[in-house]
């Protein structure tokens, strides 16, 4: 799968999920300031990622995850 | 139609709940060893229309907590609503207390509640919906003598509760305590005649409690109308720690 599919799926599902404006999400979006996810909404998209790509997450992997591109090039490297 | 696990069902406090919740919901009777008093429960609630599984689980070991879940949510999907229940006592005056009183009573009544309400809450954040309904104990707010151990364990409930309540309140999902008084139950069937009427005595309400008087409180917090009830302990003793 291309990164650019990957964002598009990634996209819908934060808008899905989190009922968040699809017009804010972009690669550069910070998930905690510009999106206002909480720590609730990651576990909430994380679940989803795992259930949409069929992976697994560990927490860990999640440490250097700040922006919507860095969460695409993770799941990216996982597929 | 929402499902209910209940843990520590196949007898006392437990089974009054399932039965109750029987009515309602698809009821998960989970139980430690008792197979068959778990099934002939899980047979009474199919029989007045409802559904149910009875579903073995040691809630002190984490990886029997997962097979459990993972055998219900084949079968229903998730679990909505978490009454942890089950619970042991070893008693013991506290000079005298083995280290194996005291830490099996803790991993099994807090540590083994907090696996169970670990697995269960990530369903509830999803489904932006849930009930956690923790059984604690009235010796869990005053302390009792010989229960050290058991006190704590209660105690600890209180604490873990409280907690999820904040963390989880965006969500809808609620979680209370209840702390049963005395309730005739085996746990409490040691009490000779003379202790029972030295107990009523204290009591504003003069009897033992019954399970049903639990499990008619349960019924309440599993219903969307006790949505705005979260974190808080409700003593159901009969006035006893008035």
Redesign the interface.
């Known amino acids: 799968m291309e990164v650019n599919e990957v964002f598009d799926k990634v996209k819908s599902l934060f808008e899905e999920e989190l009922g968040i404006d699809s017009e804010k999400i972009t690669m550069d979006a910070k998930l905690e300031e510009d999106l206002e996810i909480d720590s609730l909404g990651i576990v909430e998209v994380v679940m989803a990622f795992e259930d949409e790509f069929e992976i697994e997450i560990d927490d860990e992997e999640l440490t250097d995850v700040g922006t919507v591109g860095q969460a695409v090039n993770l799941l990216h490297s996982k597929l | 139609m929402k499902t209910v696990f209940v843990t520590g069902a196949s007898r006392g406090i437990g089974k009054s709940i399932a039965l109750e919740l029987g009515k309602d919901y698809q009821v998960i009777v989970g139980f430690s060893n008792s197979k068959d008093k778990a099934d002939e429960v899980a047979e009474e609630i199919k029989k007045l229309g409802g559904e149910s599984l009875a579903v073995q689980l040691n809630i002190a070991d984490r990886n029997s907590v997962d097979e459990a879940f993972n055998l219900i949510e084949k079968t229903y999907k998730q679990v909505d609503i978490l009454i942890n229940n089950a619970g042991i006592t070893k008693d013991n005056i506290l000079p005298r207390m083995k280290d194996d009183e005291w830490n099996d009573v803790i991993q099994t009544n807090l540590t083994g509640n907090f696996y169970t309400s670990q697995r269960a809450i ?1 369903k509830m ?2 489904n932006k919906w849930g009930r956690l309904i923790f059984i604690s104990s009235v010796v869990g707010i005053s302390g009792n003598q010989g229960q050290a151990n058991y006190a704590a364990s209660k105690a600890g409930l209180i604490g873990l509760s409280k907690s999820i309540s904040k ?2 309140g ?2 809808n999902i609620t979680s209370n305590v209840i702390a049963p008084g005395y309730i005739e139950t085996d746990m409490t069937s040691f009490i000779d005649d003379e202790n029972r009427e030295n107990i009523i005595e204290q009591l504003s309400i003069k009897r033992m409690g019954m399970p049903e008087d639990i499990a008619n409180m349960v019924s309440f917090l599993c219903k969307d109308e006790s949505e705005y009830i979260t974190g808080q302990v409700i003593p159901i003793d009969g006035g006893l720690t008035t």
């Open positions: 990530k954040i999803k963390e989880v965006s969500r």
